[in-house]
Structures are given as structure tokens and as C-alpha cells.
């Protein structure tokens, strides 16, 4: 059998600005310990997923669908086997806000952010909304036909599935130190920072720094500078820019240091990654 590329493409369908959609095929990276700033349901269409969250490890299969709420740390890569390579899933990536306001309507109160169980396989979804998602991204001038699919999809996975609301995050000097830090990072990751000027700004122990970021965000400081980086650098090369140019104006000086770290993060390489998405 001839081996498959692998492939990742990302989609921002019109009208839906809240919402993005992962198509991937034979991507064999093992994922470490991570976080996501929006919620993600992921559907796996063939092969086997290993999901690492705290101390329980979860095997997501064919057909099964697994809900990350946002800020969850875990790991997850795809099960070693024989048809490996035709390890391939999408994905539906929606932002804490659009969720609020639809638990808000559903229920008809304000409502936070509702909750799901990282650690359960759901079989129980709308398959035929969640199949409308990603077929209507092809179709043009259905913008209407969209935001009914994703709504029809994620009102039942809230209604059937939701355990609630996600208890607000509780406030505290270190966590203040943590937001402050990280907003440094998301305004100067272009440039070289320090673990030592990062605790210094925090008002901390560059190791208790490290420890108490890797605890609230799933990344280590330095993890998170070389995410913002590959995150920049992906925006670009969707705009076209060059390989080169993308990695230097993201804050990388080294062209193999740049694809090692986007192939860690994104799955694919950078090539690649380009030839798929522009």
C-alpha cells in the first residue's frame, strides 16, 4: 500500500467568525502536554486516538467523539498500528463565547461556559449536522445552511451532554502574576525572553514560575513562546507568505530549528502545511 501524505487543513468558514474546522489525514505526531484556548470536538474517522488527561488515559476509536472543554492540560497521539497511516479525524473548534451564548439561549438565563468530560468517547452526537459542518465549507453562499448545522450540532451535545457549568477559575495574586506573564509573552514572543525576565516580571522564583505556568496553561513558559511563534507563522503562510519570511518575522533565526518546532505543534510540516492551505 502506498504510503498517504499526510495532510491538515484548516478552514474559517464565512459567517461563522467564532468557529474554526480541522481536516487531517495520516498525522502520526505524538501530541505533549497541552492546552486549548477554545472547546474542541473531535471526531475520530479512522484509527485509534490515546487521550492523556491527568492521571486516565482514554482510547477515542473509529466513529467516536471526544469534547475537550478549553484549559484541560492533556496529551494525545494516534495508536501505533498496522493502518496507521490512515489515522484521520476532524475537528470543530468553537470559542468559549459563541458556547455561552448558546447555553444562554438554550436555557433561557445567563449562563457560563458549560462543561463536558474530557474523559469520555461520546457516541451519542448528531452525526448528520456534525457531517453538514464540514460538507457546507465547500458549498458557496450557504452562510445560513452553516450556522444551522453548527447550532443544530452543538444544542444537542450541550442538552444531552453538558454536565453543567465550568466553575469560574479562582482568582489569586499568583494567578494575576500568571495572566501578566502571559501577556508579555502574546505581545513579545517575536523577540528573545528569558525565563529569569519572565520571573522577574511575575515577581517569582524562575523555578516556581515554571512550575505554577505548566500547572495553569499545560505549557512550560519557553513551550508557550515557541506556540505563539508556529501560531504567527501559520497565520502567514495561510496569507501567502514564504516559508523563510514566515519563520523570521515569527521570531525564528533558524530555518530547521522553525520546522522541527511547527511539525511538534501543527502535525505537519511547514511544506506541507503550506501546500494544503493556500
Same mark, same amino acid.
Given at each position: ?82 493502518e496507521s497511516e490512515l ?41 448528520? @449536522? &456534525?457531517? %453538514? ?9 450557504? $452562510? #445560513?445552511?452553516?450556522? !444551522?448545522? /453548527? ?31 502571559? @501577556? &508579555?509573552? %502574546? ?9 529569569? $525576565? #519572565?520571573?522577574?516580571? !511575575?515577581? /517569582? ?52 530549528h522553525f520546522s522541527k ?18
Amino acid at each position: 500500500m502506498k504510503p498517504i501524505k499526510p495532510k491538515l487543513i484548516f478552514h474559517e468558514p464565512d459567517g461563522l467568525p467564532d468557529v474554526a474546522l480541522v481536516e487531517a489525514t495520516g498525522i502520526d505526531n505524538q501530541f505533549p502536554r497541552h492546552v486549548h484556548s477554545s472547546y474542541i470536538f473531535t471526531l475520530i474517522d479512522n484509527g485509534e486516538r490515546k487521550l492523556s488527561v491527568n492521571s486516565t488515559t482514554v482510547t477515542i476509536k473509529t466513529g467516536e467523539l471526544c469534547i475537550l472543554p478549553p484549559g484541560i492540560p492533556h496529551k494525545c497521539e494516534p495508536i501505533s498500528t498496522p493502518e496507521s497511516e490512515l489515522y484521520s479525524y476532524r475537528a470543530l473548534c468553537v470559542t468559549s463565547n459563541y458556547m455561552v451564548r448558546l447555553t444562554t439561549e438554550i436555557y433561557g438565563r445567563y449562563c457560563r461556559e458549560p462543561d463536558f468530560d474530557p474523559e469520555i468517547a461520546y457516541t451519542d452526537y448528531d452525526k448528520t @449536522s &456534525f457531517e %453538514d459542518c464540514f460538507t457546507l465549507i465547500h458549498v458557496p453562499g450557504t $452562510e #445560513l445552511e452553516r450556522q !444551522a448545522a /453548527l447550532n443544530s450540532f452543538l444544542y444537542h451535545i450541550i442538552e444531552k451532554h453538558s454536565r453543567g457549568e465550568r466553575l469560574p477559575r479562582k482568582a489569586g495574586a499568583q494567578l494575576v502574576a500568571l495572566q501578566r506573564v502571559k @501577556s &508579555f509573552i %502574546d505581545q513579545n514572543f517575536q523577540r528573545q525572553i528569558t525565563l529569569p $525576565e #519572565l520571573a522577574e516580571r !511575575a515577581c /517569582l522564583s524562575p523555578f516556581h514560575l515554571q512550575k505554577i505556568f505548566v500547572d495553569e496553561y499545560g505549557r512550560s513558559p519557553q513551550e508557550y513562546v515557541i506556540f505563539k511563534r508556529i501560531k504567527e507563522a501559520q497565520r502567514l503562510i495561510e496569507s501567502n507568505t514564504p516559508l523563510i519570511e514566515a519563520a523570521l518575522k515569527s521570531g525564528f533565526s533558524d530555518q530547521s530549528h522553525f520546522s522541527k518546532h511547527f511539525k511538534k505543534v501543527i502535525g505537519i510540516s511547514p511544506g506541507r502545511f503550506s501546500k494544503e492551505n493556500i
